[in-house]
């Protein structure tokens, strides 16, 4: 089982950019991928997940309306497309494998489990500059 994220760079206040996250060894099918950050300083933070077999998308809260996940199970790779970003933006960004399928809190917010994240791809770094 591996997962390669990919994409990372400088991007300006306001851009856009897009992460990749290729998974071999499983199927973007019967597992659900979700991709996380981690700034200098900061904690873990759960950015946003897609389910399985529905496809179904979860969020951050610090994220949605700027972010969207998507996923080509052909490709076994799932996106993660990131606009209007931000300095507070900057993180080194992971993809992992979530068996729970993306568990989520009352307010439709993604709400990942550490021991539920059993595969990690290595971080790409995205800094954004103002």
């Known amino acids: 089982v591996q997962l390669q994220a990919s994409g990372g760079g400088l991007v300006q206040f306001g851009g856009s950019l897009t992460l990749s996250c290729a998974a071999s060894g499983f199927s973007s099918n019967t597992y659900a991928i979700g991709w996380f950050r981690q700034a200098p300083g900061k904690e873990r933070e759960g950015v946003s997940c897609i389910t399985s077999n529905e496809g179904n998308t979860y969020y951050g809260e610090s994220v949605k309306g700027r972010f969207t996940i998507s996923k080509d199970n052909a490709k076994n790779t799932v996106y993660l497309q990131m606009n209007s970003l931000k300095p507070e933006d900057t993180a080194v960004y992971y993809c992992?494998?979530?068996?729970?399928?993306?568990?989520?809190?009352?307010?439709?917010?993604?709400?990942?489990?550490?021991?539920?994240?059993?595969?990690w791809g290595q971080g790409t770094q995205a800094p954004i500059t103002s």
């Open positions: 992992a494998r979530d068996i729970w399928n993306c568990p989520y809190d009352y307010s439709g917010n993604y709400y990942y489990t550490s021991a539920a994240l059993d595969a």
